[in-house]
């Protein structure tokens, strides 16, 4: 491991943040080290391409423009692609230089509210279309994902729009999360519904069309950016970052600032059976706050679901430009927090299993979710030794010792490390991780190819310029 000193100036904002993404393609991209020869497919990855448009900066990390991501790796060579999404909201930022529609925390101005106000609540703006967060492959349709449920779909080749894919009609007055749950037939989606009476609903995505699976009646809808699934369990958490539906209806700010941090409520968690949809238990814990859920799986009366959590919101300030331009910005840390929660007794216990910062948490999903098996967390962490700025390291969590591995290189932040198995592959780290690497020190991005098992440094792809830092990917054997 080597150690780092502070940047003087907050260089990581500069390049990984407060730019817009340089559109190319590039052929046979400079390899450091050597990829391994069974690693043949495509790692897409999705995330903010701009937060500069013409005539106005947007407010926070979430608002911007998307951009995909594609590094095609073939008998040890890879090439590269990237694109903006082609959303409304893009073609409309592109178009006018000016924001028109309601992003997370940025609204178009008043002027521009009225000209694409909606017929169906005459007070709102447009939300936005820009599935920025995530990628998926549902049925045969690759999609990009967002928070709005009109999602993307997206020819693999040129990362070019194909069409909207809209799973869960009449979609304004919805949200909905990137994180959808597979199993081998079905793809599962939490939709928030805004209303006098709001729901959360769970959806089947891949049968468009199709009725909710579970309808839960709530008061006031929280943030929510995941959810849980075990072999026979939704599990819905819901921390007290909620808004009141009527306050929407009128709009006076962006989107999140709608809505208040209530502890007093503390945070609702619902067990629902996915065969009959009906609740089998809720329980109320002490407040906390979660954009991802990690694993989750039943063990005799309990469902044991691992969270990735915060004690309050506050991390959603921090991802405010203002704030993320701060030379000395400190994030607040998420850990891994286990809970375990009782069917019979409907008590909830919970375990931090280790006090290691993590973000963008991944695990072997394909072969391990669900399963109690797992053992490792893979996500951006900040280094215990370099605790100012933004994610600087990777880090692998055993969730069953709550020992960590840190990956750390000096001026490097690391993006999502997304796990993919070896050939043969007997447990959750026995593979590669991939994950795209800003290295303000040559200011530019590099697709880091690390050993899970070591977290050492397989090989490295080095691209000529930087790639702004971004959220969700997958990788797609070929
Ligand atoms: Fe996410």
């Known amino acids: ?12 904002f500069e390049l990984g943040v407060n730019r817009n993404q340089k559109i190319y393609s590039l052929k046979n991209v400079p390899v450091q080290g050597k990829i391994p020869e069974w690693l043949n497919g495509i790692f897409i990855r999705n995330g903010p391409g701009m937060l500069n448009l013409k005539n106005r900066r947007l407010n926070h990390w979430f608002d911007a423009m998307g951009a995909l991501h594609k590094f095609e790796i073939r008998g040890g060579k890879v090439d590269y692609t990237c694109s903006f999404i082609e959303c409304e909201s893009y073609k ?3 178009e006018s230089g000016e924001l028109k529609f309601s992003e997370f925390a940025t609204d178009p101005c008043r002027s521009i509210f009225k000209k694409v106000q909606s017929y169906v609540f005459p007070s709102l703006p447009n939300m936005t279309d820009n599935p920025k967060i995530g990628v998926a492959r549902i049925g045969e349709k690759w999609m990009a994902l967002g928070e709005t449920p009109m999602q993307l779909e997206f020819d693999p080749e040129t990362l070019k729009k194909i069409g909207v894919s809209e799973p869960v009609p009449g979609a304004f007055a919805y949200k909905t999360t990137a994180h959808p749950h597979f199993d081998k037939e079905h793809a ?9 009476i709001s729901y959360y609903k769970i959806y089947d995505v891949a049968n468009p069309g199709a009725k909710p699976i579970a309808s839960i009646p709530v008061k006031r ?22 808004v009141v539906p009527i306050e929407l209806l009128f709009w006076k700010r962006p989107y999140i600032e709608n809505h208040q941090w209530r502890p007093q409520d503390g945070a609702s968690i619902w067990v629902i059976d996915k065969a009959t949809g009906k609740v089998k238990a809720h329980f109320n814990t002490d407040p906390f706050f979660c954009f991802h859920h990690v694993n989750a799986w039943e063990e ?14 506050s991390i959603i300030q921090k991802y405010y430009l203002r704030e993320l331009e701060q030379p000395n910005l400190e994030l607040p840390f998420g850990t891994i927090r286990r809970f375990r929660l009782n069917l019979a007794t409907k008590k909830a216990d919970v375990q931090i299993l280790s006090d290691a910062c993590i973000e963008l948490p991944r695990i072997d999903y394909n072969r391990f979710n669900t399963e109690s098996s797992y053992q490792f967390v893979y996500g951006v962490s900040v280094h215990p030794e370099q ?26 932040y690391p993006g999502e490390p997304v796990f993919y198995p070896s050939p043969n592959s007997k447990n959750d780290e026995d593979g590669i991780l991939l994950s795209i690497v800003l290295d303000t020190g040559l200011a530019s991005s590099f697709l880091l190819i690390l050993d899970a098992t070591t977290m050492q440094e397989i090989a490295r792809a080095e691209l000529p310029d930087p790639v702004v830092y971004g959220f969700h990917g997958e990788f797609f054997p070929q």
Not at 188 to 196: D, E, P, S, T
């Open 387 to 412: 605790r100012q700025g933004f994610y600087n390291s990777l880090v692998k969590i055993n969730s069953q010792t709550g020992n960590n591995t840190y990956w750390f290189q000096k001026d490097c």
């Open 300 to 313: 005799g009366n309990e469902v044991v679901m691992d969270i990735n959590a915060y004690d309050d919101a």
């Open 188 to 196: 599962y989606n939490l939709v928030v519904k805004f209303g006098m």
């Open 1 to 12: 491991m080597e150690s780092g000193n502070l940047n003087s100036s907050n260089s990581f």
């Open 92 to 94: 409309g930022a592109i």
């Open 221 to 242: 809808p929280a943030y929510i950016h995941g959810f849980g699934m075990t072999k026979k369990y939704f599990i819905i958490t819901a921390g007290p970052l909620v």
